[in-house]
Structure formats: structure tokens, C-alpha cells
């Protein structure tokens, strides 16, 4: 198994450009997340699903838009580009998160630069 | 609202001492507690979790924790630090929002740095 992959693994982006970072995990999860990770700040999330066609919105998704429409993809999306978004991005995955004990898996992260 | 409370932001030590990190988490209900590792330039990876049972746990590479619940905390512990730990640490809770779903909720990382 690749677990969770990320596509790419760095970018820079000029002010209001757009573009689409890539997950994809192989492990049949039913839940996926996407976080930021910003120094000192720990990790925020930014939108989840539960399952494909289902999505819901994190602590941060102001700026960001997602869409799931397989199990294995859940690709986010970034408009206008802005200085904020400057950050490291983490793509996760897990089975059931109400069911107790299951952990999430992490993709290797894009990190991102918006000048 | 939920929150996760890691204490202490950076922590050196020197090779063979011992570590404890402190995590808080505000839920009065079940909840699962995760500690991960990201060492430099990689990715989380999970140290370990309770979710019932023994409140103390052992995870990989000689690390364990304790669920104390009157506390609302979950520690991280090591007796004899290595290098190779260096590493940021971050605690996690996983517990029911107010709509019911569960979510995870981070806390801010401890930054370990262990001199040789």
C-alpha cells in the first residue's frame, strides 16, 4: 500500500492564481481530512469528508474549496491565492473517526509559498 | 469549545535524559488521545493512543504515555532520551463536536531538540 500520497510536493504561487493540491490514499478510508500547518500553530483543519460526495467544513476553510467524489481522491482547491496561505499542507485519511481507537494517516505534506 | 493544550513549545535535552510532555485536553466525555511524531521533513506518524483499558499506554520506540482522567491529561514520557528523537510532538483528542461528529482536535506541537 502507498497509504496517503500528495501531489505536488512544493509550489509557488503568485498572488490570485489558483490551483489544486492532490490526495489520495489506498487504504479504502472512509474519512478524509486536510490540514495546515503553520509554525508554532500546530495543525488546523481546514475541511474533511466522511465519505465520497460528503464534505464538511474545519476551523479554517475560509479561502479553500474541496470536492470527494471517490473514495480515494479528495483534491482541495485554492481560488485567489493569497500571502496567508503560505504553509505546509496535510492530507489525512482514517476509517470511521466515531468508531474509538482509529488513528488518522498522514500524506508527506506540499508545502506552499504564495508571493 | 474543545481544546488541546500542549505546555511547553520547545524542550532540550541532552542525550539520555529523561522526557515528559505535558497534554491537557477540556471534554468531559470518552474521548481517544493520540500522540504523534514529526521528524524533520517528514510526515505525522502515530507514537501511540488510548482509547480504554490500561491508562498506560506503550507506544513505539520506548515511549508511553498516561491517561490520568481527573486531570483531563495525557502525558508523554521516555526515561532515556536519544538523538534520534528529535522531533516535534504533538498530542490529539478525538471527541464529539456539539453536532455530535466526532473530530480531532491538535494541539500546538512541542518542538524536542536532543543534543548527542
Known amino acids: 500500500n502507498a497509504g496517503v500520497t500528495q501531489t505536488p510536493k512544493f509550489r509557488i504561487l503568485k498572488i490570485g492564481q489558483s490551483m489544486t493540491l492532490q490526495c489520495t490514499q489506498d487504504?479504502?478510508?472512509?474519512?478524509m481530512y486536510w490540514y495546515r500547518q503553520d509554525p508554532g500553530m500546530g495543525l488546523k483543519l481546514i475541511y474533511y469528508?466522511?465519505?465520497?460526495?460528503?464534505?464538511d467544513k474545519g476551523e479554517v476553510p475560509n479561502g479553500y474549496n474541496v470536492s470527494r467524489s471517490t473514495t480515494e481522491d479528495f483534491p482541495l482547491r485554492l481560488e485567489l491565492a493569497a500571502p496567508s496561505q503560505t504553509s505546509v499542507y496535510f492530507c489525512?485519511?482514517?476509517?470511521?473517526?466515531?468508531?474509538?481507537?482509529?488513528?488518522?494517516?498522514f500524506g508527506p505534506g506540499t508545502r506552499l509559498t504564495v508571493t | 469549545a474543545q481544546s488541546v493544550s500542549q505546555h511547553n513549545h520547545h524542550v532540550i535535552l541532552s542525550e539520555a535524559a529523561s522526557l515528559e510532555l505535558g497534554c491537557n485536553y477540556s471534554?468531559?466525555?470518552?474521548?481517544?488521545l493520540f500522540w504523534y511524531v514529526q521528524y524533520p521533513g517528514q510526515h505525522l506518524q502515530l507514537l501511540l493512543k488510548?482509547?480504554?483499558?490500561?491508562?498506560l499506554v506503550k507506544g513505539i520506540k520506548g515511549f508511553e504515555a498516561e491517561f490520568i482522567k481527573s486531570k483531563f491529561s495525557f502525558n508523554l514520557r521516555k526515561p532515556s532520551v536519544q538523538w534520534s528523537d528529535t522531533a516535534e510532538y504533538f498530542c490529539?483528542?478525538?471527541?464529539?463536536?456539539?453536532?455530535?461528529?466526532?473530530?480531532?482536535?491538535f494541539g500546538t506541537g512541542t518542538r524536542l531538540k536532543v543534543l548527542a
Open positions: 490529539a483528542v478525538n471527541a464529539p463536536s456539539a453536532s455530535g461528529t466526532y473530530k480531532y482536535i
Open positions: 487504504m479504502n478510508h472512509n474519512y
Open positions: 471534554y468531559g466525555g470518552t474521548v481517544n
Open positions: 469528508s466522511v465519505g465520497a460526495g460528503i464534505t
Open positions: 488510548y482509547f480504554s483499558g490500561d491508562p
Open positions: 489525512a485519511s482514517s476509517w470511521d473517526s466515531s468508531v474509538l481507537g482509529y488513528e488518522q494517516y
